[in-house]
């Protein structure tokens, strides 16, 4: 019986966006100012949280963090589009593809998470505004840090193990613009059951979880702000909720799009809802905490 002819890749070729000569500059520079922008967004964001007394507080600490996972998480993808575009051979090492895959998913999953931690601490705030410092304390906010990088790392190592022992087709073109799950497993040859169950468990793990988490905690505000008396208190409570309320839905929404559908069906429509979640989130989240936050205004303005 003739054998397909299997082998492990030494490299694999990422189609990219478009494949027409003509797209490839505007690209660069539309993709260049959107990586720009946001590594100063985010940027701005760290320097004014460590630089302003008024803003040493548990949500601004994990906000910091948040900003800097978010420059992560765009580098990771951005630069090697970058080069992409102004390259006749739009290759990736296998290795630097499992990498590429690796850390997109930490951050991914650690942006997840650090949102949850950053509803815990509004949760606390007005749910238990006189336990909150407690509640709260310098210690509490670190076991949250850690956690919210320790589960990402490991969840990831996990999905990268899984990919580096299938066995992959002569085929080694990727149909997206970067090393992801989905477009890899299309061109395994051998069997992606276990892979794909672990795709499930990274569904489960970075965006159902943490979203019940904090559909939960949102309910719990709702219900305290509710029992408050004075409107002008209850506009005031959900205020500082406003932010997070609009990034959410953004974040998490586009994944479950992405990552719930057919599995293997990567779409061209998928692909832009990877580009929204992958890129266009980490840029528009320094805009949504500072104009819709008034402490941060402050902040800015001493840098």
């Given at each position: 019986m003739e054998m397909l002819n299997v082998t492990r890749l030494s490299e694999f070729i990422l189609l990219g966006l478009s494949s027409l000569p003509e797209d490839q500059k505007p690209l660069f520079v539309l993709f260049l100012t959107i990586?720009?922008?946001?590594?100063?967004?985010?940027?701005?964001?760290?320097?004014?949280?460590?630089?302003?007394?008024?803003?040493?507080?548990?949500?601004?600490?994990?906000?910091?963090?948040?900003?800097?996972?978010?420059?992560?998480?765009?580098t990771v993808v951005?630069?090697?589009?970058?080069?992409?575009?102004?390259?006749?051979?739009?290759t990736i090492s296998y290795a630097e593809c499992l990498m590429q895959m690796y850390f997109f998913l930490t951050f991914e999953n650690m942006?997840?998470?650090?949102?949850?931690?950053?509803?815990?601490?509004?949760?606390?705030?007005?749910?238990?505004?006189?336990?909150?410092?407690?509640?709260?304390?310098?210690?509490?906010?670190?076991l949250l840090l850690v956690f919210s990088v320790a589960v990402p790392c490991f969840h990831s190592l996990l999905h990268v193990l899984l990919m580096h022992w299938l066995t992959f087709c002569e085929s080694n073109v990727i149909h997206h613009f970067f090393c992801d799950v989905n477009p890899l497993l299309k061109l395994a040859y051998s069997s992606t059951s276990v892979d794909e169950l672990g795709l499930m468990t990274k569904g489960l793990a970075s965006v159902v979880t943490p979203l019940i988490?904090?559909?939960?905690?949102y309910l719990q505000i709702l219900i305290t702000v509710l029992r408050i008396p004075s409107a002008a208190e209850?506009?005031?409570?959900?205020?500082?909720?406003?932010?997070?309320?609009?990034?959410?839905?953004?974040?998490?929404?586009?994944?479950?799009?992405?990552?719930?559908?057919?599995?293997?069906?990567?779409?061209?429509?998928?692909?832009?809802?990877?580009?929204?979640?992958?890129?266009?989130?980490?840029?528009?989240?320094?805009?949504i905490y500072t104009l819709r936050n008034k402490d941060m205004k402050p902040g800015l303005g001493k840098l």
């Amino acid at each position: 019986m003739e054998m397909l002819n299997v082998t492990r890749l030494s490299e694999f070729i990422l189609l990219g966006l478009s494949s027409l000569p003509e797209d490839q500059k505007p690209l660069f520079v539309l993709f260049l100012t959107i990586y720009l922008l946001t590594l100063m967004g985010n940027l701005l964001i760290i320097l004014a949280i460590h630089s302003d007394p008024q803003l040493q507080n548990p949500m601004y600490f994990l906000l910091s963090f948040l900003s800097f996972a978010d420059i992560c998480y765009t580098t990771v993808v951005v630069p090697k589009m970058l080069t992409n575009f102004l390259s006749d051979t739009e290759t990736i090492s296998y290795a630097e593809c499992l990498m590429q895959m690796y850390f997109f998913l930490t951050f991914e999953n650690m942006d997840s998470y650090l949102l949850v931690a950053m509803d815990i601490d509004r949760c606390e705030a007005i749910c238990n505004p006189f336990h909150y410092v407690t509640a709260m304390n310098h210690r509490h906010c670190m076991l949250l840090l850690v956690f919210s990088v320790a589960v990402p790392c490991f969840h990831s190592l996990l999905h990268v193990l899984l990919m580096h022992w299938l066995t992959f087709c002569e085929s080694n073109v990727i149909h997206h613009f970067f090393c992801d799950v989905n477009p890899l497993l299309k061109l395994a040859y051998s069997s992606t059951s276990v892979d794909e169950l672990g795709l499930m468990t990274k569904g489960l793990a970075s965006v159902v979880t943490p979203l019940i988490c904090i559909v939960i905690s949102y309910l719990q505000i709702l219900i305290t702000v509710l029992r408050i008396p004075s409107a002008a208190e209850k506009c005031k409570a959900l205020s500082t909720c406003s932010s997070h309320l609009t990034v959410v839905p953004l974040f998490c929404g586009i994944i479950i799009y992405v990552y719930f559908q057919e599995l293997l069906s990567y779409t061209v429509k998928k692909r832009i809802a990877t580009i929204i979640y992958a890129v266009l989130t980490s840029l528009l989240n320094p805009f949504i905490y500072t104009l819709r936050n008034k402490d941060m205004k402050p902040g800015l303005g001493k840098l």
